[in-house]
C-alpha cells in the first residue's frame, strides 16, 4: 500500500507541475504563422546556412545564425538581434523543429525582456511536411 501511494503521489506532483511549465512566449502552428505574416510581423530563421540552402526558407525571412554546429551561441547573434528587433516588436521565430527556437525564445522573454515572441511549432519540417511554399536564399 506504501508503494501504491508513493507511486500516486509523484504521478499527481508530476501533473500539477507540467501546468507551471507553460513556455513565456507563444507557440504558433502554420495556420497562425501564416496570418501573422500577413500581417507584416518578421519572421526569423536562425538555422545556419546550410540548412537554409538545403530546405529553402518561409518568404521573407530574415536569416540570422542563432547556434554553430556544435550549438554554441553565434558570438554576434545577440548583438545583431537585438540591434534590429525593438523589445515591444512582435516577433516570429523558426528553427528546423523549434527547438532551438523555444531556447532562443525563453531567453528573450526571460532574460532580455521582449514581450511579444512567437515559436513557430515544429519548425520548418512541419511548414514543408504541410506542402507550404518555400524560397531558396541568395
Known sequence: ???????????????????????????????????MLDQGVVIYDVRRPEE???????EGSRLLTFVDKSGRLK?????KFTAEVD????????????NRTDTLARHLVEKLGYTQVYNVRDGITR???????????S
Open 1 to 35: 500500500m506504501t508503494m501504491l501511494f508513493k507511486l500516486l503521489s509523484i504521478l499527481i506532483l508530476s501533473l500539477s507541475l507540467s501546468a507551471c511549465f507553460e513556455p513565456p512566449y507563444t507557440n504558433l502552428n502554420n495556420e497562425q504563422l501564416k496570418t
Open 52 to 58: 537554409w540552402r538545403k530546405t529553402g526558407v518561409v
Open 75 to 79: 558570438p554576434d547573434f545577440l548583438p
Open 87 to 98: 523589445k515591444n516588436q512582435p516577433i516570429i521565430l523558426i528553427c528546423r523543429t523549434g
Open 127 to 137: 511548414w514543408i511536411r504541410e506542402k507550404n511554399p518555400v524560397i531558396r536564399p
